[in-house]
């Protein structure tokens, strides 16, 4: 089949651009992918997906490649969408769920994005791909850019996590560690674009890991038979995931498959750590100024400067949502909670929704009967100096019964 991709569309001003060739950005800032969204209710219809393979690819019509052979794809998509009374009662929320993406390729749902940008760099004849990054999309690049058989440069704050680093290394990628901020990162991959002959495939500089990720929004409305959930708490960096959602489920009302009032709202979790997004929300302002000296475990949320800030930003306010900053000290103990209650490998980023929903619940904008759902985008694993803490020992010829069946109750302490 071919695409049903019209045009791109400047966020920004709206300026028409040509689809079905390489484009970045305009003004610097991102582009939305536009669909002739009739023509797809005329192709695509709820029962069709019915039977269709369990990966973000069943949404085939909505996404934007022109050739199926083009379809770079590592089994991403279909994350279980899981209940957690238990975790629920401890933060008192009555109908909790997470959407573990960290089941998908490469630990991280970072998998979506990179599918489809990898896909279209591809199929728009690119053959090297470059990356600044905070650590789960330089994994992911590296996996799918060794799926297409394209080079990748990656570059990371050297205080990335390791596993971030090697992995990337692992799959092939050209790894390079550097003494600064992701935004350091940055500007070597713009200074060297030019040089190197890159495609930068960063957060928001193509237009479409957006169209990946927004298949997170489809997934969740196909798991709940297209009756969405009341609050949405995503753990928000560059904001690709909460921007693709809102505009997956803006394009299913287009296609008439939910209610327009049935909109959920849209929440950005920060951590108190670095939290642009946060005040920029609470001074009512549509674009965010970076912060200073930004410090987190969630790794994956550290983003001081958000290129599609004011696309974050008109989300949160479409949906009547908001930002929420959560307290960077108890991301360890939250990780714990929701690992310990429900058995979902829950990473630092997702552990600061755990902090949101409990404070949603305590102040009121999450309702007794409210159903929340939290992203849960990367696999705890994936972060073990996060997970690492002092365990008993326990002597092979002298076992310390005392000891073994007095036990020890789980703690983050180390
Ligand atoms: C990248 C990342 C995020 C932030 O995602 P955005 O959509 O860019 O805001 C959150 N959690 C994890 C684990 C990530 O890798």
Not at 189 to 216: A, C, H, N
Not at 370 to 378: E, F, H, L, Q, S
Request: hydrophobic share 40%.
């Amino acid at each position: 089949m071919s695409s049903y991709v019209t045009h791109l569309e400047s966020a920004l001003d709206g300026t028409n651009l040509a689809a079905h060739t390489l484009q970045t950005t305009h003004r610097d800032r991102p582009l939305w992918v536009r669909y002739d969204l009739e023509a797809v209710g005329d192709a695509l219809t709820k029962d069709r997906l019915r039977d269709r393979p369990p990966t973000m690819w069943r949404y085939r019509e909505l996404l934007p490649p022109e050739s199926d052979d083009a379809i770079v794809t590592l089994g991403e998509g279909m994350s279980p969408l899981l209940p957690c009374p238990r975790l629920g009662a401890q933060v008192n929320v009555g109908d909790l769920w997470i959407k573990d993406e960290a089941q998908l390729p490469t630990g991280s749902f970072k998998s979506r994005g990179l599918s489809a940008a990898i896909t279209m760099a591809k199929e728009l004849g690119v053959e090297r791909v470059a990356i600044p990054t905070a650590g789960n999309a330089g994994g992911a690049t590296a996996a799918y850019a060794a799926r297409a058989g394209l080079a990748a440069y990656v570059f990371m704050p050297e205080d990335a996590p390791a596993v971030n680093k090697y992995e990337a290394a692992l799959a092939g990628a050209h790894v390079f560690l550097v003494n600064g901020l992701i935004t350091d990162c940055g500007r070597i991959v713009q200074d060297g674009k030019e040089r190197m002959g890159w495609f930068e495939v960063s957060t928001l500089k193509e237009p479409y890991r957006i169209e990946g990720k927004k298949t997170m929004g489809l997934e969740l409305a196909e798991q709940f038979d297209w009756d969405l959930p009341d609050v949405i708490l995503y753990p928000t960096g560059g904001g690709t995931g909460l921007i693709g959602m809102w505009k997956a489920f803006n394009e299913l009302v287009e296609l008439g498959w939910v209610d327009p009032d049935d909109l959920p709202q849209m929440v950005a979790v920060q951590s108190t750590g670095c939290c642009p997004i946060v005040r920029a929300f609470e001074a009512g302002a549509r674009f965010a100024e970076p912060f200073e000296d930004p410090a987190t475990i969630a790794s994956g949320i550290r983003v001081p400067s958000a290129l599609g800030d004011f696309m974050i930003l008109d989300a949160l306010r479409e949906s009547g949502g908001r930002a929420v900053a959560v307290d960077e000290a108890r991301i360890r103990d939250w990780m714990q909670r929701a690992a310990s209650t429900e058995g979902v490998s829950v990473g630092p980023e997702a552990a600061v929704c755990v902090g949101a929903a409990e404070r949603g619940a305590a102040e009121g904008w999450i309702g007794p009967g409210d159903r929340v759902v939290i992203y849960n985008c990367g696999a705890a694993q994936k972060y073990p100096d996060v997970m690492a803490r002092d365990l008993p020992r326990v002597d092979k010829d002298a076992p310390d019964w005392d000891r073994i069946a007095a036990g020890r109750a789980p703690t983050t302490e180390r």
